[in-house]
């Protein structure tokens, strides 16, 4: 084996090494995160029956933007 293949070869391994160790500390952080309990915006305000529909007043609020209110009529 020359020189040059020996230097070619400790190369690849460390390079391999180098990526296993990356996934495995990636895996590592991957697992340590918990998942974050979400906080609806919506809000149900009012609920009414109408000819055999059901409707909700939904108010929605975002801390950016200003409240929205909206109709959702099902039948």
Not at 39 to 61: A, G, H, M, P, Q
């Amino acid at each position: 084996m020359t020189y040059f293949e020996e230097q070619k070869l400790i190369l690849c391994g460390a390079l391999i090494g180098v990526a296993f160790t990356l996934v495995g500390f990636y895996m590592v952080k991957a697992q340590a995160l918990q998942p974050v309990a979400s906080k609806s915006n919506f809000e149900v305000v009012d609920t009414y029956s109408y000819e055999n529909r059901t409707c909700s007043v939904i108010r929605y609020t975002n801390p950016s933007t200003t409240g929205s209110i909206s109709l959702i009529v099902k039948r």
